[in-house]
Every structure is written in C-alpha cells, then in structure tokens.
C-alpha cells in the first residue's frame, strides 16, 4: 500500500501491534473507506471504481510514484486526526463510569493516567503504547483493624494488587486487534490488566475477544455508562505473582501521573491505611 511504503516510520508501530503487513492494509483500508465522502468531495482527482467490490478509490493521474495532489496525503491525516479527537472525547466520557464501577463494585481504588502529564518526547499521542488509561489499586482487608492491617503488610504476604485498564467506546472487527494489544503492552507492569469498553460490535468480534483474552490473560469491562453499577466484568483476568518494575519505571519516567500512582501504592503500603483525598475515586470501604 503506497501510504505504508511512503511513510514507514509512522506505521511501524501499528503493523506490530496488529500482527503483519496484510493486517495492517486492512486496518488502513477500513479507515480510509469510512471517510471516502469526504475525500472525494474535497479532492476532484480522486476517482471510485464501482465495477468491483469492494469498491476501489484511486488518483486520476499520478507523477513518478505519488499522487499528482499533494494535499490528498494532507487531507487523510487531518480526516484521521479528526476522527481520532472525537473518539477521545468519547472515551473520556466513559473514565468516571469505570472509575465509580471499580470503586463501589471491585473496591479498587484508581487514578486516570493523562497524556498531558507526559514528557511527550515523542510527539503527540507517542506514548500510546506506553501507559493505559487508568491505574488502580486493590488493597484487601479495608475493613480490618489496625492491627491485622499491620500484620498483614508485616509478613511476607499479598499487600496488594495493581492493576491497568484500557479504554476503548466500542470494539469492532475493524479495531479489536490494535484496542487489544495495545492493552498488552500497556499493561506489561501490572499484577492485572483489563480491556473495557461500553460496546462490542458483532458475534466475530466478541469470539476473537474471548480467544485473545483467554491466550493473553486481559480481562474484559463492559461499561455501562449510565448506571455504572450495572457495569460487569465479563472476562476476568488472570493475575501475575510480580510487578514488573522495569516496565513501571519505564512509565514513571514519562509520566507524572504514573509516578503519583505509586506514591499513592507505597503511602499504602507504609502505612496500611488508604488516605482518600490522594486517590481520585477511593473505594466506599475508605473512610473519608
């Protein structure tokens, strides 16, 4: 495909995440398809085959190797910017729905992870692959006495579980892959790792859902964004024994709300007591 070829460096990333080149053309053509009326409508020398299915775009005429308007690859990466900030927002509004699920559902306590608060040395969106959405704590015995607490983070035992969640607004044949190996790697650092999302498009979706979770040990939220409490856990995850610390340094360096989220774990772990007024949405077992 004469994107790919025209511009590697930017879709690297992508093609491993997706799993290979034939993975990564489909994603493409997908995204390109849903946006033809407005490319056409835009650029006169874009022209559609309808005699074949699917339906095949194309530039009129061409000059060496590349499209005769050089605003055609210009006018893609705005169309793919603008779609890709409405579907921001959207999942935005789905962060405190999943937040409140996790705090009066699971007790977990949770924290959002800003890309804002990243260095950003990569540019805009450059830390896609690095951090999730949202991190959270499971901090068992919030009702127990002082003194069990104390024992408890004494010996040698589970103090606590961290956990990573991905958000997505709605999982399609045409997303599921990158939305779930993005979660992977993003979550390499963490005792659990979920993928949530408020919709899951189709039965083919759902089966290869289900196969990669059960392969990569993610679990799976369905948010419910009007009554959060109707929010489940549909697939659950399978945990990991250790954190890894190399991968959290790694985000720490780059995030400010990450290195946040673990003062938070440690002022836990030193303590036994959650102190609410640092945790974004503390969970209705915490005394405020």
């Known amino acids: 495909m004469l994107l790919i070829d025209l511009y590697p460096d930017r879709f690297r990333d992508k093609e ?6 034939d993975q990564l053309v489909w994603q493409l053509t997908r995204e390109i398809y849903a946006q033809r009326p407005k490319i056409i409508a835009r650029h006169t020398d874009i ?9 095949r775009m194309f530039v009129a005429q061409l000059t060496g190797d590349r499209p005769s308007s050089p605003a055609l690859t210009d006018e893609l990466d705005s169309v793919r910017t603008e779609e890709a900030e409405k579907e921001e927002l959207r999942e935005h509004a789905l962060y405190e729905p999943l937040q409140r699920f996790l705090a009066d559902e699971m007790q977990v306590l949770s924290k959002r992870i ?4 990243s260095k950003n040395r990569r540019g805009r969106h450059g830390n896609k692959w690095l951090h999730p959405d949202i991190v959270g704590m ?6 127990w006495g002082d003194l069990i607490k104390q024992c408890a983070i004494a010996l040698p035992t589970r103090k606590a579980r961290l956990i990573s969640l ?5 999982l399609s044949a045409g997303n599921i892959r990158e939305s779930f190996f993005q979660t992977v790697s993003n979550s ?6 979920f993928l949530a999302a408020a919709e899951v498009s189709g039965e083919t979706t759902w089966a290869e859902l289900r196969m990669l979770c059960s392969l990569h040990g993610i679990g799976f939220i369905s948010i419910d964004p009007e009554t959060p409490s109707e929010s ?6 399978r945990d990991r024994d250790e954190i890894d610390w190399a991968s959290a340094d790694r985000i720490a360096e780059e995030n400010t709300d990450f290195r946040d989220f673990l003062k938070n774990v440690l002022n836990y772990l030193n303590t036994g007591h959650v102190m ?3 945790w974004e949405f503390p969970t209705t077992k915490v005394q405020r």
């Open 16 to 21: 491993t995440a997706l799993g290979g080149r």
């Open 47 to 55: 022209e559609v085959d309808l005699s074949k299915r699917p339906l």
């Open 114 to 117: 800003r890309e804002g608060t």
């Open 138 to 143: 499971s901090a068992p015995g919030d009702g």
């Open 166 to 170: 991905e958000v997505k607004t709605r």
């Open 188 to 193: 390499l650092w963490a005792n659990q790792a």
């Open 232 to 237: 489940r856990v549909l697939i659950p995850p």
């Open 276 to 278: 609410s007024r640092i």
